[in-house]
């Protein structure tokens, strides 16, 4: 997702450069200024759905560091973006990001007027049975029941193109089949062995009477805490090669080329917070900080601009959780700016800035 948003913004960069060196005075016909004008809008309204998407990532941020008034109003800023744009294919990545974002921080009437503005497909879907779920967190019963109603009218509305049925019949499967899931977690078997019937693909509809039979045959008993597992650090290998080994592993991740190639990479294929947590796991604060701020120089120098924000905020909550809250909040700030102004052309004389003045505020 990353490496696709990098390339497009090329692209885009690409089309305004070479627009801005076409002399005015060669005359366009009506079609070829109709084509450029569409172009030109579908490029604007990719910059702004990418806009929209990360900034609801860094209200994530926010989010995490216990900012929830500061990740409201970024949140409610990129919710505006994502609805002004139109529905396909713009409006689904950054309101699914945007709702999850909701979900989050417990804004449940937010992330529903979010997933309300979504196209009737498979992500408005996952978008209210998420609500849901934290609906029944909550004890609640009556939203909960009305959220699956309309998550089933929302699969009865897809449409199926003769040219794509395949594709459209998997999607209501997925659909009715996120459905069913959340009506095994509030233990409503029969509602969902009704749902399942209705599951146009046999595979899916397999897969829906498996999970029904396995949440009915499995005993109701008191969970018990899922104990946390050491991690396999130096593990299996003699007393005297442990103290090696530590030191290897802190060496390793001291590594200026390995950590920049790590960082980079795990931040554009998707896996960054995961790869963060593991780096920062089991070290004292001091050691965490000086981890943070080499990974940190990693991400702000990258090309690749789309990862920044979101792995910026990721840093930032780590920052956070070692005490020190005032340099994520320094961090978030530079990434909810980035995300406002992704994709802007920077501001040169003799190009005026198209992109500077219509920078997200």
């Known amino acids: 997702m990353a490496l696709m948003k990098y390339r497009y913004l090329n692209l885009i960069l690409g089309s305004l450069l070479a627009i801005a060196l076409v002399p005015l005075s060669i005359p366009m016909s009506s079609k070829v200024l109709q ?84 196209p009737q497909d498979t992500l408005k879907v996952y978008c209210l049975m998420a609500i849901t779920a934290q609906y029944r967190i909550q004890g609640s019963k009556t939203i909960p029941a009305k959220l699956i109603d309309q998550a089933l009218q929302t699969v009865d509305a897809m449409p199926i193109k003769d040219e794509e049925a395949t594709r459209g019949l998997e999607s209501k499967s997925l659909g009715l089949l996120s459905v069913i899931e959340e009506l095994i977690a509030s233990r409503q078997f029969d509602q969902a062995s009704q749902v399942a019937r209705t599951i146009p693909l046999s595979s899916y509809q397999q897969e829906a009477y498996t999970k029904i039979l396995k949440a009915k045959e499995k005993k109701v008993q008191t969970l018990k805490p899922k104990q946390k597992k050491a991690k396999k650090v130096c593990t299996g290998i003699v007393a005297s090669e442990i103290l090696k080994c530590a030191i290897q592993k802190v060496e390793s991740v001291r590594q200026p080329e390995s950590l920049a190639k790590d960082v980079e990479e795990r931040a554009t294929m998707g896996i960054f917070k ?88």
């Open 35 to 118: 084509k450029w004008l569409e172009v030109s809008n579908s490029n604007a309204n990719f910059l702004k759905m990418y806009q929209a998407e990360l900034m609801a990532e860094v209200a994530g941020g926010y989010g995490g560091i216990g900012e929830t008034d500061q990740a409201v109003q970024i949140l409610d800023k990129a919710l505006a973006l994502a609805e002004s744009l139109p529905e396909k294919p713009f409006k689904n990545l950054p309101l699914k990001e945007i709702c999850h974002q909701y979900v989050t921080i417990d804004y449940l009437d937010k992330a529903i007027e979010s997933a309300n503005a979504m």
């Open 274 to 361: 995961p790869f963060l947590e593991d780096l920062t796991r089991d070290e004292k604060p001091a050691e965490t900080q000086e981890i943070l701020a080499q990974v940190l120089q990693v991400i702000q120098s990258t090309s690749y601009e789309s990862v920044k924000p979101e792995a910026m905020a990721q840093i930032a909550t780590e920052y956070a959780r070692v005490g020190q809250k005032e340099k994520a909040m320094e961090i978030l700030a530079d990434a909810l700016s980035i995300a406002k102004n992704y994709g802007q052309p920077k501001c040169l004389v003799w190009f005026y800035p198209i992109g500077c003045r219509n920078a997200v505020r």
